[in-house]
T-cell receptor, first 116, second 110 residues
Framework: GAGVSQSPSNKVTEKGKDVELRCDPI?????LYWYRQSLGQGLEFLIY????????KSGLPSDRFSAERTGGSVSTLTIQRTQQEDSAVYLC??????????????FGSGTQLSVL | DAKTTQPPSMDCAEGRAANLPCNHS???????VYWYRQIHSQGPQYIIH???NNETNEMASLIITEDRKSSTLILPHATLRDTAVYYC???????????FGKGTSLLVTP
């Protein structure tokens, strides 16, 4: 596709349920990021994938959060046993990491997660 | 990567230049300054980046001070559609973007 695609765009779930959020990065982009943005706040880094390297999971807020990236392309962010404080917009971004000395991130439109 | 500091909000009249400051006093020599903006309910969008020279593209200009401790993003003729949150981050080529702060909320008024 032309840009980063995220699905679903909106997700409403009940407290305690598991949710999966999907990100399709731009074709050929080796780096993929997940961010979380709570209402009125900045972007909080969650996890970073780069090629075949081990992901940087340092931003994941608890062990209820996990992410995978299969085949170096599509990524899924899973939140188990959701809590109301997990309600936020979850943003995915990708970049080419072309070694040019700088990096442009391309963001998707996000998934608005609401935990009731 | 260096921490950046931005004012929380600014106003600008439509048609005027919007000058958005960013302080990055601890920036190191290999860190680029990047600007992104986020229009309500959308993902952030890349605007411009620079290392030490001033830069200009179709969206904006970036002025970096000689000591590189601060920079200014300039929107030369602001329009209502430029109302957004603007984020300034400093990032080396071996690093990767971590947290974006709260940025500057720019309101362009008629």
């Amino acid at each position: 596709g032309a840009g980063v695609s995220q699905s679903p765009s909106n997700k409403v779930t009940e407290k305690g349920k598991d949710v999966e959020l999907r990100c399709d990065p731009i074709s050929g982009h080796t780096a993929l990021y997940w961010y979380r943005q709570s209402l009125g706040q900045g972007l909080e880094f969650l996890i970073y994938f780069q090629g075949n390297s081990a992901p940087d999971k340092s931003g994941l807020p608890s062990d209820r959060f996990s992410a995978e990236r299969t085949g170096g392309s599509v990524s899924t962010l899973t939140i188990q046993r959701t809590q109301q404080e997990d309600s936020a917009v979850y943003l995915c971004a990708s970049s080419s990491r072309a070694g040019q000395g700088y990096e442009k991130l391309f963001f998707g439109s996000g998934t608005q997660l609401s935990v009731l | 990567d260096a921490k950046t500091t931005q004012p929380p909000s600014m106003d600008c009249a439509e048609g005027r230049a919007a000058n958005l400051p960013c302080n990055h006093s601890t920036i190191s020599g290999n860190e680029y300054v990047y600007w992104y903006r986020q229009i309500h309910s959308q993902g952030p969008q890349y605007i411009i980046h620079g290392l030490k020279n001033n830069e200009t593209n179709e969206m904006a200009s970036l002025i970096i001070t000689e000591d590189r401790k601060s920079s200014t993003l300039i929107l030369p003729h602001a329009t209502l559609r430029d109302t957004a949150v603007y984020y300034c981050i400093a990032l080396s080529n071996s690093g990767y973007a971590l947290n974006f702060g709260k940025g500057t909320s720019l309101l362009v008024t008629p």
